[in-house]
């Protein structure tokens, strides 16, 4: 095998062990929807790029079927933002806005590095900015549903002012 289909294990792996030790029986309803949210967002967001020749995926899952890689862009993305969901803190407007700038930064310099280091993305004219802003929109996005979705819903005890 080479670098990037260790790469692509590697990233479901991880992904398995961080939703089995990260994510609390309480929030899995919220994890899952925030999860399907991103993954609707992300397609989207990854299909305009594909369009418009700003992305490409050499090393693709399935090449004949897809010309986008659903490991980064239907599981890797998803699950950082669903984390992101799940522990927003309930403060200020002010530490919600710098753990969003937080969570964002943190996406696109994993999404640079992998594109730097590996043949998994090849960017023709990508920018931070615009990945920053991607990000940035599908998880807000992502939280404004899942919030939208258990608005009228009564929440336990250790659930209360989190939701």
Not at 13 to 30: E, G, M, Q, T, Y
Not at 49 to 61: D, K
Request: glycine share 4%; proline share 4%; aromatic share 16%.
């Amino acid at each position: 095998m080479g670098l990037e289909q260790n790469l692509l294990l590697a990233i479901w792996i991880f992904s398995l062990l961080v939703i089995s030790a990260f994510v609390p029986c309480h929030k899995r309803h919220s994890f899952v929807i925030a999860f399907i949210t991103a993954q609707g967002l992300d397609w989207f967001a990854q299909m305009m790029f594909l369009q418009y020749n700003v992305l490409s995926f050499p090393v693709r899952e399935f090449p004949k079927a897809s010309d986008m890689s659903i490991t980064l862009m239907i599981v890797l993305m998803p699950l950082y933002t669903a984390i992101y969901v799940i522990y927003e803190p309930r403060a200020t407007r002010i530490v919600r806005a710098v753990y969003l700038v937080l969570w964002t930064s943190f996406a696109t310099l994993t999404d640079i590095t992998i594109s730097r280091y590996s043949g998994l993305q090849d960017h023709k004219s990508y920018y931070w900015l615009v990945a920053e802003l991607v990000f940035g929109v599908i998880l807000v996005i992502s939280n404004a549903v899942v919030r939208w979705f258990f608005r009228h819903l009564p929440l336990s005890r250790e659930d209360r002012g989190n939701v």
